[in-house]
């Protein structure tokens, strides 16, 4: 839900209301008893899988409404081959642990041809390097409620040189692709002016 914490209602990942994560606080800020601690675990995960009402009926063991994302299975797919979603530097600290992740991509795709020698977490370091000391005319943008963000450059707005990193606060995954907006926050307004000034300049 962090991810498409944005300040109007969307339906990227599924319909949800604006600031969804607000929304989903709101049972839990009102409730005094064991009972109403329950119902609002109810109401969270009834904002997340329903919040249209569309549905009568939820299997929360096999329940996947479509995403206008598109399939999830590419992700999935590519986190099993070249992404895989921790970092090979920190072994110790990481809550994923590689072979719990590889024995999980052959019990979902050895059906179709997969096998663990497909299974490569150094990908990306090992085809674009881990250090990159002449890199120029970047700009990284993320949200700070983005789960990815962990992996960004840099904790704060700055730069060095012509290498930009712009946090957006308040708001999740992908906030600074979507379309202008009339509840668009401050915050990624300015991002779009400087994206749309450094390109006039040549910087992006």
Known sequence: MAKVNYPYSTSLKRPLPAWPI???CKPFLKAKTSEEYILASYEVLNLWNNYTGKYKEINLWDFSPP?????????DWQTCTEGAPFDPFDKGNCYYNETEYLNNCLKVYSSIG???EMFDPYFVQNNYGYEWPN????IFSNGNYDP???GRWREITTNEGSLYNLIIEDVGEMYDFMGSNKNDTQSVINNAYFFL????????
């Open 148 to 150: 990815w963000s962990a």
């Open 135 to 138: 890199a120029s005319n970047i």
């Open 114 to 116: 997969y096998t663990k």
């Open 22 to 24: 607000k929304e989903a």
């Open 67 to 75: 995403s206008e994302a598109g399939d999830t299975d590419g992700w």
């Open 197 to 204: 000034d450094s390109l006039k300049k040549g910087n992006g």
